[in-house]
């Protein structure tokens, strides 16, 4: 049963100025007010296991959690005692930490017993060779959703489709930020345009993303970042699969789901970051290293070890401000955008995180694994939902607008008149 939705508005406006406040969320350099959500009588209480929850974007998603539904009981999971007991110190008595070795299955299924909802947010998901987690979830019959980013990981976890809805599990994949919210914003669009008229049809969709520094999101994010540099960049045009060389293409999943799922022939994600040189850096990278090197997670491992402290100083001077825009183009030469704008990744990607699992407690997602873009993994009339909380905070997001209203500053006369 999906929560109660606002009517589905074909011309969303930004969405920050619309927010009742009853909640703050402290954070080093402000507070950010959220509408407090209240869960469904039966999952008001769940225990929710965050695993990772000693990382950046673990971390990032237990607290938002908790800011939104206080009543939730968060557990805190990972390796470093020391980092999870000092944030159930700050997230306050309805918390705890547990810890949980993620290569050994016997502790994860121990830790995922009696919890209601397990959130994945230990990457990086790039090279991994199983999905333990989910498998472990599918087994003590416990709710699922994981922030993956990588392709070979997300098909692998479609893969356990048949066994998640034997065990009536519901699961989602790719469901943070981007991946993610960005896939919701695609479908929204998508979606939109159909109900608009038949015979105008989605042709091409592109995915552009960009974060200062690496967003403030820790070794995690650094070491996802050379992994992709090994991973050939795949792309689809007019329904065929083409191998992309330029740097400014990313292997995301979201390029996959998207052809496959909502039918759009043509489909790209590209990103870039400031300052300008990372971008320049990368690109040396991706020539001067082997893919055999930049696939190896050990030697990945050693690459963050090395550049984390300049990164790290970087990241002080350019912030770490997100935007994400997705662009829809129709057969009639029309187009339409959702924009997607926050000063902060490490707070926007647990807020996001933290949309997917309230959906999955309010029973929006059905048994089986899916990811964002698909009904059963998000119903259709909880999407407004999901980027309403999700977009709590950003200086901008704007849905199903023509690219114009917001690379202009135009002025409404009225009557839908612009100059």
């Keep these: 049963m999906a929560p109660a939705a606002v009517p589905l508005n074909i011309k969303w406006l ?9 909640s703050q969320l402290q954070t080093s350099s402000r507070n950010i007010e959220f509408e407090r959500v209240q869960l469904p009588e039966k999952t008001r209480n769940s225990r929710v296991l965050v695993l990772g929850g000693t990382g950046r974007v673990g971390g990032s998603t237990a607290i938002a959690l908790s800011n939104l539904c206080p009543d939730l009981r968060i557990l805190v999971a990972g390796r470093n005692r020391e980092k999870g007991e000092a944030l159930v110190a700050k997230l306050g008595g309805n918390s705890g ?6 290569n050994d299955q016997d502790s994860l299924q121990t830790a995922l017993q009696d919890v209601d909802l397990v959130v994945h947010t230990a990457g ?3 090279q991994a060779e199983k999905c333990s987690v989910l498998e472990a979830a599918i087994n003590t019959k ?12 997300a098909v692998r976890a479609k893969s356990f489709m048949s066994r998640a809805l034997a065990a009536n599990v519901p699961a989602i994949t790719t469901g943070g930020i981007y991946p993610g919210v960005s896939n919701v914003m695609a479908a929204e669009l998508v979606r939109a345009a159909e109900t608009e008229t038949e015979e105008d049809k989605p042709e091409r969709l592109r995915f552009s993303y960009y974060t200062a520094g690496t967003g403030g ?33 990313r292997n995301l999943p979201e390029v996959r789901s998207a052809f496959e799922i909502l039918g759009v022939p043509t489909v790209s994600a590209r990103f870039g970051t400031a300052p300008f040189f990372w971008n320049w850096g990368m690109e040396a990278m991706t020539n001067l290293l082997p893919p055999e090197f930049l696939r190896d ?6 690459l ?11 990241d002080g001077i350019a912030g770490e401000r997100v935007s994400m825009r997705v662009d829809l183009e129709l057969s009639s030469g029309r187009s339409k955008v959702g924009l997607f704008s926050h000063s902060k990744l490490s707070i926007s990607v647990g807020i996001a995180t933290a949309a997917f699992a ?11 694994v899916w990811f964002p873009e698909e009904a059963q993994g998000l119903a259709i009339e909880a999407r407004e939902v999901l980027l309403q909380r999700a977009s709590q905070g950003t200086f901008n997001f704007v849905m199903n607008r023509s690219p114009w209203t917001i690379e202009t500053n135009p002025k409404e006369l009225g009557l839908g008149i612009y100059v």
Excluded: H, W
């Excluded at 930004?14 to 009853?22: G, Q, V």
């Excluded at 930490?97 to 993620?102: H, P, T």
């Design 217 to 249: 999101a820790g070794p995690t994010i650094l070491a996802t970042s050379f992994l992709l540099l090994g991973e050939e960049v795949i792309a689809y045009s007019k329904e065929i699969r083409i191998p992309l060389q330029y740097m400014v293409f």
């Design 358 to 368: 309230l959906a999955i407690l309010e029973g929006s997602t059905q048994p089986g």
């Design 124 to 126: 990086p998901f790039q």
């Design 142 to 153: 416990t709710a699922y959703v994981d922030v993956c980013d990588d392709t070979s990981y």
């Design 97 to 102: 930490f547990s810890q949980v070795d993620l």
């Design 14 to 22: 930004p969405l920050n100025s619309k927010l009742k406040a009853k």
């Design 297 to 302: 997670r050990s030697k990945v491992q050693m």
């Design 304 to 314: 963050v070890e090395l550049f984390d402290p300049v990164v790290r100083a970087v």
